[in-house]
């Protein structure tokens, strides 16, 4: 079973920086994007930021300018640099794999990141 493990997760100051790194167990074929999505309590888990196969980039427009996405799509790893946090940003973090060839999602179990102000 593969699984997705994420790590940087933690507690930062309001303007502070956290680098999330996710990398998969094992070797996902015919992977077209990965990313990283965010739930907070009561809310529904939203995209954060991809990169595609090609190095096609997607931004949530809250942290457009502050964060960035970068990976190896070949080696399945992933980063997210996150800089000038803010406390609406204190969510669960999860790492996300698409495999177009099959259709299939892979998330990772989740990393929490908490701003404070």
């Known amino acids: 079973q593969v699984q997705l493990v994420e790590s940087g997760g933690g507690l930062v100051q309001n303007g502070g920086s956290l680098r999330l790194s996710c990398a998969a167990s094992e070797r996902i074929s015919s992977v077209y994007r990965m990313g990283w999505y965010r739930q907070s309590p009561g809310m529904e888990r939203e995209l954060v930021a991809d990169?595609?196969?090609?190095?096609?980039?997607r931004y949530a427009d809250s942290v457009k300018g502050r964060f960035t996405i970068s990976g190896d799509i070949a080696k399945n790893t992933v980063t997210l640099q996150m800089n000038s946090l803010k406390p609406e940003d204190t969510a669960v973090y999860y790492c996300?794999?698409?495999?177009?060839?099959?259709?299939?999602?892979?998330w990772g179990q989740g990393t929490q990141v908490t701003v404070s102000s």
């Open positions: 996300q794999v698409y495999q177009w060839s099959r259709g299939q999602e892979y």
């Open positions: 990169i595609n196969n090609s190095g096609g980039t």
